[in-house]
């Protein structure tokens, strides 16, 4: 057992290894085509994932952030696409997941653990929960939202225009971020997530997925006209609060989507390892891995690749031992930002050293320099987190949502 490893730890990533065995084969056509990876779906369903980060007391996996950034790499060492999509469910189970039961007290705490409790259930069931957050020309900051949300009898009524919908039309519920109609374009406007179920009236998806990387997330627009959500299906049956929660705890959106692209990185390595060792320098049958520059390049790649596993790993067990926290925090971002730059490079490191043979779409190498390149502008992008790191070390209360990118 690797050290700091648990059995829990170990079965899940077991799991998470022979679920996702058939991936690789299938990655390769729904990259070709963008199409979304069904039957890779269909098993993660049937192996119980869906519940991954569902707490063990009510019949989930229990995952914690650790656990969970260590089996979202196994995924996206086979598919990335499938595991970034993955990531988006887990957003909002392993939301619900970190709620203080002990806050929950009165009638309000009673409609919030019920609310809790229903998206515990549907997990267990194998359904679907896609995070649709994004806006044209917002992104992922929610103070700049267009999409607007008013109150109707028996619930809320929802009109506006998302994009990047990851899981578009093979979700079963989608969590819409809106902005209550009455506070639109003032200076503090109140943000809550909404419901969607798959089917429900006035939601329309336009299909226009046809990208650099990441093909197979079918994250296409999304369109909602006066869209009935009942108050049942208001997250955690409480409005407001969306950027307060993002701001303190980022750790499952921007370490989520870090966790996936180490994965990409992890992949990568692998890759560029076993191929130079099944070839021989040109004109003999000297093996290319006994040439010092293959493995001074290696070597860097490896270290690289190390360093990276030492950044996200750490911050993920930051996230177990002290969630919320500033330098808890901090750690998110430096990993998400290290992950979103030297991704790019290592792939590109990969190519040079690999030779040309390797942009061929019959090698997976070229797909992997493609979607890890889309790493740098999840959120948070790179920038963003370089402000973020900056503020927290020069003092700054990063926990007040004024002074974040959100």
Not at 37 to 57: H, I, Q, S
Not at 102 to 128: H, P, Q, T
Not at 268 to 288: H, L, N, S, W
Request: charged share 25%.
């Amino acid at each position: 057992m690797e050290c700091g490893m648990t059995d829990k730890t170990n079965e899940i990533l077991a799991l998470c290894d022979e679920v996702a065995e058939n991936f690789v084969a299938r990655a390769r056509k729904s990259d070709a085509e963008a199409s979304f990876p069904v039957e890779n779906y269909a098993d993660m369903r049937k192996a119980g994932l869906m519940g991954l980060m569902v707490p063990d007391k009510y019949g989930g996996m229990g995952a914690d952030f650790f656990q969970y950034t260590q089996a979202a790499g196994r995924l996206a060492q086979r598919c990335a696409s499938t595991a970034v999509t993955f990531n988006m469910h887990n957003i909002i189970v392993a939301t619900l997941a970190e709620v203080d039961e002990k806050a929950l007290i009165g009638s309000i705490g009673k409609r919030m653990a019920n609310f809790r409790d229903w998206v515990f259930g549907e997990a267990l069931a194998g359904k679907v929960f896609a995070a649709s957050l994004t806006e044209p020309g917002a992104g992922f900051h929610p103070k700049s939202l267009t999409t607007t949300y008013e109150r109707v009898d028996g619930g809320f009524k929802i009109n506006g225009k998302k994009s990047f919908v990851s899981l578009s039309e093979n979700a079963d519920y989608y969590v819409v971020a809106a902005v209550a109609e009455e506070t639109l374009g003032s200076g503090d406007p109140k943000i809550s997530w909404l419901v969607v179920a798959d089917g429900d009236p006035g939601v329309r998806f336009e299909r226009i997925w046809d990208t650099l990387g990441m093909r197979a997330t079918v994250s296409n627009n999304m369109y909602l006209e006066d869209v009935f959500v009942p108050k049942e299906r208001l997250f955690m049956r409480a409005e407001g609060g969306v950027v307060e929660k993002l701001a303190k705890e980022p750790h499952m959106i921007v370490g989520g989507f870090t966790a996936c692209y180490f994965g990409i990185m992890e992949a990568i390595f692998k890759f560029v390892v076993e191929y130079q060792a099944g070839r021989k320098m040109v004109g003999t049958d000297i093996p290319v891995i006994e040439n010092e520059l293959v493995q001074h390049r290696i070597g860097e790649m490896s270290v690289n690749v190390e360093a990276g596993r030492e950044l996200v790993y750490s911050a993920a067990r930051k996230v177990v031992a002290d969630r919320g926290s500033k330098a808890t925090n901090a750690a998110i971002h430096r990993a998400k930002y290290y992950v979103g730059e030297m991704g790019p490079h290592l792939a590109s490191q990969a190519i040079r050293l690999c030779g040309g043979s390797t942009v061929s779409k019959h090698l997976p190498m070229e797909r992997y320099y493609r979607d890890i390149r889309c790493c740098g502008v999840m959120p948070a992008k790179s920038d963003e987190c370089l402000w973020y790191i900056g503020k927290e070390a020069l003092g700054f209360d990063t926990n007040k949502a004024s002074e974040t990118y959100w």
